[in-house]
């Protein structure tokens, strides 16, 4: 069974840093495009940030500059080094991946919770 688990999410205030890994299971995770998106409060799934199988990232305007999108295939695991946290990052951030060239939406973690205040 294919399984993609959050960790590292947390309270964090202002101007701090937080990692996020997803480790992934069940798939051949070379051959995937993976990715983080986030959800706030009252919004819509929105994308942060992409890297394809082949290493290619993505980023979202909004997160450009201060997040890392990496990964790392002998551990099955991709991270995000978020920086210079705002209050506007909070949300529930999300797994994903996706199998390269396939029309289909893929898989999606449980999420983990990233709360940033003041």
């Known amino acids: 069974q294919v399984q993609l688990v959050e960790s590292g999410g947390g309270l964090v205030q202002a101007g701090g840093s937080l990692r996020l890994s997803c480790a992934a299971s069940?798939?051949?995770?070379?051959?995937?495009?993976m990715g983080w998106y986030r959800q706030a409060p009252g919004k819509q799934r929105e994308l942060g940030a992409t890297i394809s199988s082949g290493g290619r990232t993505n980023y979202a305007d909004s997160v450009k500059g201060r997040f890392t999108i990496s990964r790392d295939n002998a551990k099955n695991t991709m991270y995000l080094q978020m920086n210079s946290l705002n209050p506007e990052d909070t949300a529930v951030y999300y797994c994903?991946?996706?199998?390269?060239?396939?029309?289909?939406?893929?898989?999606w973690g449980q999420g983990t919770q990233v709360t940033v205040s003041s």
């Open positions: 994903n991946a996706k199998l390269r060239g396939s029309t289909r939406s893929g898989y």
């Open positions: 069940g798939i051949t995770f070379s051959m995937y495009d």
